[in-house]
């Protein structure tokens, strides 16, 4: 029998076990393959960007940590990469860029930039069939190195990163008029200080002013959607974040910006699992930044954990799949870059499709009845039905790798381009 068949026929069994639980698994397939997610640029060069001065990830607070050979060099390297990563991940998706993977031929700084500097981003996206989200780069620039940027004191810094700010936003709104998909612009900044400071109160009201001047011209939300990232403490700012998350929920209730919930930004008994139906009671759309943080922020590879499918079960049950903007956000440089994106997509891929094939009207029923020992036991039942025959299916349809199989294409690319890299 041929591997199609044989997954086919493996299918058509797993597909009856869900019909007796009430789950069409077909419609699970058809709601998945809707579902784009971000793919976030900078795994592919642990963070570095391609600007003519580039300074690598100081004063961010933020560290890819490895060494592993073959990282891309230049924007042609990575588009490469990720269309090696893309064609091994089933269903369309996206391209998350940040500012500092701008293409400039004469050197621009970070408020001279222009949708122009993406151009040849934009036409990868078209050429593919993708939509494009962005992000400023507050990080990794002279102008950061205090430790503020939109929060700083020195007005001159403070309207330098406005500036920033603003031209991201002129050009998020370009990627989402050329793609005709609206584009998530995010704003995330290190601002933040490693002692206790004394003033808390001033950094965050000069903050909040400089969002309100960047975000003062109203764009149309057919191109752009404004975001606003918190964090709990970064290297460097142990001890005071001014974007904290109870600043930036506010900011975003307030404003109607997106607000963008990293899973590696919390306490690590913190899940964010338990916050998109509290936030999204007051908030139209939201961002994800999912990543993996291992005892700290650290951005591992986002796994298949227990987490990332309650992530995946709460987007599906609350019905928020149309308000909920998928991104991810790890950076390993210690494994192949190209398989760390295909890693951790998949796995994303896959904990969305555990919970579109959950019986949850029946989870519903004996919850509402207050039966909560055959929730329990339904809930631990299906932990082991047979999820991997759907998505082997889901993946061939994709004419994608359905198994493990995607790694030697990894691997030969790998000894075709990546490890002749310098
Ligand atoms: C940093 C934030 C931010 C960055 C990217 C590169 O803690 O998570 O989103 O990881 O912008
Ligand atoms: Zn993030």
Known sequence: MSNLKSIEKVYQLARERYAQLGVDSDKAIEALRKIAISLHCWQGDDVGGFEKSAEGLSGGGIMATGAYPGKARTADELRADLDKAMSLIPGRHRLNLHAMYAETKVRADRNELGAEHFAGWIDWAKANGLGMDFNATFFAHPKAESGFTLSSADDRIRKFWVEHGIVCRHIGAAM?????????????????????PVDRKGPRERLKKSLDEMFAEKIDRRYLLDSVESKLFGIGSESYVVGSHEFYL?????????????????????VVSDKISAVMTF??????????????DSDHVVILSDELKALAEEMVRGGYLDRVHIGLDFFDASINRVAAWVIGTRCMIKALLIAL????????????????TSRLAMLEEIKTLPFGAVWDYYCAKQDVPAGGGWLKEVRQYEAKVTSLRE
């Open 176 to 196: 989402g008029k050329q793609l005709r998909t609206p584009c998530v612009t995010n704003i995330w900044i290190p601002d933040g200080s490693k002692d206790i």
């Open 250 to 270: 506010g900011y975003a209730i307030a404003n109607k910006t997106l607000l963008c919930l990293d899973t590696g930004h919390f306490h690590p008994t913190e």
């Open 283 to 296: 908030l139209d759309e939201i961002l994800l930044h999912v990543s993996r943080g291992v005892r700290w």
């Open 357 to 372: 094939l959950e019986p949850t009207p029946k989870l519903r029923v004996m919850e509402e009845s207050g039966d909560f």
